[in-house]
Nanobody, 123 residues
Framework: VQLQASGGGLVQPGDSLTLSCAAS????????LGWFRQAPGKEREFVSA???????KVADTVKGRFTISRDNAKNTVYLQMNNLKSEDTAVYYC??????????????????WGQGTQVTVSS
């Protein structure tokens, strides 16, 4: 499966963005798709995941602001990001894994990644 991430940009604090991760060469209903982000000088961190069976989780740092969803017809997972803060500034990556749900926050279990999309939150 190949992944194409898009939707990043430069926004102001409090704005919203929706990131997309479109898959080809395989169905996302067979994988868990996770979003991670990496800010300059920091390690990549888990943001959110959407499981093959339809379950989802978001990191505590974005809970209540970010929502993940999947469109099966488009084979795409979306990350709706509301009330963006400067600390959300990072390159956002999507990846797929078949690891057990309890370990989807660990990026070393993801075998395929999209190219990353930059999100910059600045006034």
């Amino acid at each position: 499966v190949q992944l194409q991430a898009s939707g990043g940009g430069l926004v102001q604090p409090g704005d919203s963005l929706t990131l997309s991760c479109a898959a080809s060469g395989g169905s996302l209903r067979s994988y868990t798709l996770g979003w991670f982000r990496q800010a300059p000088g920091k390690e990549r961190e888990f943001v959110s995941a959407f499981g093959w069976s339809g379950n989802s989780k978001v990191a505590d740092t974005v809970k209540g602001r970010f929502t993940i969803s999947r469109d099966n017809a488009k084979n795409t997972v979306y990350l709706q990001m509301n009330n963006l803060k400067s600390e959300d500034t990072a390159v956002y990556y999507c990846g797929v894994t078949t690891i057990v749900w309890g370990r989807v926050t660990e990026d070393n279990f993801y075998r395929t990644w999209g190219q990353g999309t930059q999100v910059t939150v600045s006034s």
